[in-house]
C-alpha cells in the first residue's frame, strides 16, 4: 500500500521558519522524483520545489528560491521541505507528491496546512 504522510505545518509568525516531512511507504522510494506542491484557497495548485532522485539536483518557483531547501534521506524514505524567512503569501496546504515517470507511477499525500500570520 503506497503512502505519503506529511507533518510539520501550522501556525507561524511571518519571518519563522517550519520544517515539512513527508513519510514515504509502499514503492521503492530511492527511484522516484519527489516534489512538494501548494495550493492556497481560490488559488490552483502550484509546484513548489523538486529533488531527482539522487538527491544531487533540486528545483525551486520562483517565490521561494533562497527561502525555501527541499531534500531527501533514501534510508529513512523522507523528503523534507525547510521554509525559512515564511511570509503570508506562502500560506497554503502544502502536499507531498511522488513521480517516476518509466512506471506511469504518480502519488499524493494528504496535505498539511501552512499558516503564515502575525
Known amino acids: 500500500q503506497v503512502r505519503l504522510v506529511e507533518s510539520g505545518g501550522g501556525l507561524v509568525q511571518p519571518g519563522r521558519s517550519l520544517r515539512l516531512s513527508c513519510a514515504a511507504s509502499g514503492f521503492m522510494f530511492s527511484r522516484y522524483v519527489m516534489s512538494w506542491y501548494r495550493q492556497a484557497p481560490g488559488k490552483e495548485r502550484e509546484l513548489v520545489a523538486t529533488?531527482?532522485?539522487?538527491?544531487?539536483?533540486?528545483n525551486y518557483t520562483d517565490s521561494v528560491k533562497g527561502r525555501f531547501t527541499i531534500s531527501r534521506d533514501n534510508v529513512k524514505n523522507t523528503v523534507y521541505l525547510q521554509m525559512n524567512s515564511l511570509k503570508p503569501e506562502d500560506t497554503a496546504v502544502y502536499y507531498c507528491?511522488?513521480?517516476?515517470?518509466?512506471?506511469?507511477?504518480?502519488?499524493w499525500g494528504q496535505g498539511t496546512q501552512v499558516t503564515v500570520s502575525s
Open positions: 507528491n511522488a513521480n517516476n515517470k518509466y512506471v506511469s507511477a504518480d502519488y
Open positions: 529533488i531527482i532522485s539522487t538527491g544531487r539536483s533540486t
